[in-house]
């Protein structure tokens, strides 16, 4: 295992809007738990007025420009393009989505590339459906409609997938090209798609159970509008898969 993951390098993706509290830890976390490990981080941000990116451009004069690179776009732009904006810059063979807020641990990162090794997956998605994995620092409100929406999802798209709406994945990079290409939706339906196009179109996949824990700095950008936009792609999705 070592050996292929000495071939292999990462690309860590970690689109950003007013993170400026949270940047920090998450790629010091990233560094300590990808000890022996080829990677960058590609911190997409879009145009936060918090100062983020005055945070990573320090953070690149301490663990350098070639490993922590910042590639920022004038405002806020939806998550799809800050993927797809990343994955241009991406040097990889693999590339990695994770959130910016803490919600997605990095000490998950080495069991999604061990997974993907011993596999040979395409893609390798954190669950928090499965047993080990789970939800910290949710109301319940929030938990029954993310397992409502799951539930949902599953019965009307059999995707093969427990956790369709999270968005700590390892995808090969031909497949997340591939996959990105032929999605339309935008923020929160963004990652069911992509995974219910990735298993339609019969790409091997994974699952690494997760805990998810609610943002520890700053706000929630779900809100009514999302739940509204998960359901309509829901539809779409039913009749477009």
């Not at 320090?58 to 990343?86: M, N, S, W």
């Not at 803490?102 to 669950?127: C, D, M, R, W």
Request: charged content about 20%; proline content about 3%; some cysteine.
């Amino acid at each position: 295992m070592d050996e292929t993951m000495k071939k292999n390098k990462y690309s860590i993706i970690v689109p950003t809007y007013n993170e400026r509290l949270n940047i920090a830890l998450i790629i010091y976390l990233i560094f300590k738990h990808l000890k022996n490990v080829d990677f960058e981080i590609i911190v997409v941000d879009d145009g936060s007025p918090d100062g983020t990116q005055d945070i990573v451009k320090q953070l690149q004069q301490v663990y350098g420009e070639d490993r922590v690179l910042l590639r920022p776009r004038p405002k806020k732009l939806g998550l799809g393009t800050a993927y797809i904006h990343g994955l241009k810059h991406a040097s990889g063979n693999f590339v990695v989505i994770m959130d910016a807020d803490l919600s997605h641990h990095p000490k998950y990162l080495p069991s999604f590339i061990k997974k993907q090794i011993e596999t040979g997956a395409s893609i390798v998605t954190g669950t928090r459906y499965v047993k080990g994995g789970g939800v910290h620092g949710w109301n319940l409100m929030r938990k029954l409609t993310s397992r409502g929406a799951n539930v949902l999802a599953q019965t009307l798209l059999w995707p093969g997938v427990s956790d369709l709406t999270g968005s700590f994945r390892l995808y090969k990079k031909s497949v997340l090209e591939d996959v990105i290409s032929s999605c339309v939706s935008k923020g929160y339906v963004f990652q069911m798609e992509m995974i219910v196009r990735a298993s339609r179109k019969g790409y091997h996949i994974e699952e690494v159970p997760i805990t998810f824990v609610d943002r520890v700095y700053g706000s929630s950008k779900l809100g009514g509008s999302e739940i509204v936009e998960y359901l309509k792609g829901l539809v779409y999705l039913l009749v477009t898969t």
